[in-house]
């Protein structure tokens, strides 16, 4: 059995905001590595629905009026308006099909599981073991990541299928996951199942 065998029972694959704001062209934050994270994250939702796994798609959702009383985490500020509420941009990318089956998380923040449900549904369904993957490695990526691991969730970073605006920006994501609190893999050695 390979080290990155999955218990399709205990796992859930995690898709981090994947969308059009981030890997269109046509995004207002587009970064050709998200762009470029498409193929493999396709072939890991392949991969995870042919053995059962679970998958969860975080939507990164931005109601417009969100930091207007803000003391001092303004999103806006650092990347100007992105992911606005009801926009194309927050809608995930078409290439990534989200079925009925799938669980789709909005969030407001880098991290997925700040003031989202993520943890209680994660929790009450025994998935333990999370393998993320998605855009971009060193915000949402790490920050989703981190807080997991955290809550003691196993996160697994799939290193190739990650979206970043740099090369170095993903290499450092993945190095800090791996040695302060997760683990690393690539799409090729990941297999689903009992």
Known sequence: MSEF???????ALVVVDMQNGFCHPDGSLYA??????LDPIS????????????VVFT????PPEQFEDAHYYD???????HVLEGSWEAEIHDDLEVRPEDHVVEKHTYDAFYRTELEGWLKTRHLRDL??????ANVCVLHTAGSAGLRDFRPVLVEDALGAIEADHREYAVDHADWLFGERTTVEEIRFGD
């Open 5 to 11: 065998t999955f218990d399709s029972d205990s796992t």
């Open 32 to 37: 050709p590595g998200s762009e470029d994270a």
């Open 43 to 54: 072939t890991l939702l392949d991969r995870a629905r042919e053995a059962d796994t679970q």
């Open 59 to 62: 939507r990164d959702v931005h």
């Open 75 to 81: 999103e806006f500020e650092q990347w100007g308006e």
């Open 131 to 136: 393998v993320i993957c998605g855009t971009l």
